[in-house]
């Protein structure tokens, strides 16, 4: 299993920063695509920016030029800039990666995707 644990969210006023960081940890696994989502009050979860292992960054037009995403591949650890935030950013922020994992059991890599708990994200204006 990889399991996934968001930190960096809080309160902040319209026009502020913050920065999201998420690290990837368990069983022996090779991460593909790792990135964000978020689900705001009353909508379905979408696409915020995701990241592959070759070095591709793809965002959600609502977020280009204002989030930047990145990744630390030796930490397993992705990131998340958020710049000039603006009260329709409030939404609960998730973590997702996918790639393989070794199954200790069965000593045989399998394909997983995973997703972290969220940290929320609150833009006042």
């Known amino acids: 299993q990889v399991q996934l644990v968001e930190s960096g969210g809080g309160l902040v006023q319209s026009g502020g920063s913050l920065r999201l960081s998420c690290p990837a940890s368990?069983?022996?696994?090779?991460?593909?695509?790792m990135g964000w989502y978020r689900q705001g009050p009353g909508k379905e979860r979408e696409l915020v920016a995701t990241t592959t292992s070759g070095g591709s960054t793809n965002y959600a037009e609502s977020v280009l030029g204002r989030f930047t995403a990145s990744r630390d591949n030796a930490k397993n650890t992705v990131y998340l800039q958020m710049n000039s935030l603006k009260p329709e950013d409030t939404a609960v922020y998730h973590c997702?990666?996918?790639?393989?994992?070794?199954?200790?059991?069965?000593?045989?890599?399998?394909?997983?995707?995973?997703w972290g708990q969220g940290t929320q994200v609150t833009v006042s204006s």
């Open positions: 997702y990666a996918d790639g393989r994992v070794l199954g200790l059991a069965t000593m045989a890599w399998a394909d997983f995707r995973s």
């Open positions: 368990g069983s022996p696994f090779r991460i593909n695509v």
